[in-house]
């Protein structure tokens, strides 16, 4: 990292820079007050900011357990999976979103991903995890 990248200031920090300047001139009373509002509007934003993390990762996590369902023993192409998702679940997902949801599963050792040759070509399918590919 070079010298010359600054850190960046939090918002607290500047509610602290603003409390220490303002110390002992005639408006403090009315702008601490005005400070103590803002930091309650940062705390709910903070909050509902969380709140909509928590949501999307659930969410993630559903697609992710649904598509560890629909894997079997047998490889499947991207598209076949992407096919079987729409399927069951009548939403829309695109083989790159398939990809990035598979990617914690292979990690873990759940599943394993490889290139199969199928009528159309060589293509990337997944299959539950059985160690064949792992390095000796």
Request: no cysteine.
């Amino acid at each position: 990292m070079s010298e010359n990248v600054e850190k960046k200031i939090t918002e607290n920090e500047v509610f602290a820079l603003i409390r220490e300047a303002i110390a002992g001139t005639p408006n403090e009373a009315v702008i601490e007050e005005y400070l103590v509002k803002k930091e309650e509007q940062a705390a709910k934003r903070r909050e509902a900011d969380k709140a909509r993390a928590a949501k999307k990762r659930a969410e993630g996590d559903d697609k992710q357990n649904i598509i560890k369902s629909l894997i079997t023993d047998e490889f499947q192409t991207v598209n076949e999976l992407v096919t079987a998702y729409q399927a069951q679940t009548g939403e829309e997902l695109t083989p790159q979103g398939l990809s990035a949801k598979t990617k914690n599963l292979i990690e873990s050792k759940q599943i394993e991903k490889a290139k199969v040759k199928t009528e159309a070509g060589i293509r990337t399918a997944y299959r539950l995890y059985t160690g064949e590919f792992d390095e000796e």
